[in-house]
């Protein structure tokens, strides 16, 4: 069984920043893959960065690309989502998920662990 912990959330004005922390336990091969997404009230979750922990190759969706990164820290079992550049688009609950992988990094139904999600808001 895989648990993950997501913490880090809160509201920042435009512009400012955050970092995301998961917090993951269980065996290692259940969470090769390590994805963040983001949800919105009547919208999709959507994918916004995935990491592939063995290889430690990362993903972004285009909406993401050069404001925010994904890293890990295997001694930690922590991977983080640093978000810079942040814009009121980017409020959203988001989700750590993992999946022993590889699977399609965008796709929240290819995932099979999930956090509870941690708020961003980011005013105007």
């Known amino acids: 069984q895989v648990q993950l912990v997501e913490s880090g959330g809160g509201s920042v004005q435009a512009g400012g920043s955050l970092r995301l922390s998961c917090a993951a336990s269980?065996?290692?091969?259940?969470?090769?893959?390590m994805g963040w997404f983001r949800q919105v009230p009547g919208k999709e979750r959507e994918g916004v960065a995935a990491?592939?922990?063995?290889?430690?190759?990362?993903y972004y969706a285009d909406s993401v690309k050069g404001r925010f990164t994904i890293s890990q820290d295997n001694a930690k079992n922590t991977v983080y989502l640093q978000m810079n550049s942040l814009s009121p688009g980017d409020t959203a609950m988001y989700y750590c998920?993992?999946?022993?992988?590889?699977?399609?990094?965008?796709?929240?139904?290819?995932?099979?662990?999930w956090g509870q999600g941690t708020q961003v808001t980011v005013a105007s």
């Open positions: 998920a993992a999946d022993p992988g590889p699977v399609s990094w965008f796709d929240p139904r290819a995932y099979n662990y």
């Open positions: 269980g065996y290692t091969y259940t969470r090769n893959q």
């Open positions: 990491i592939y922990t063995v290889s430690g190759s990362t």
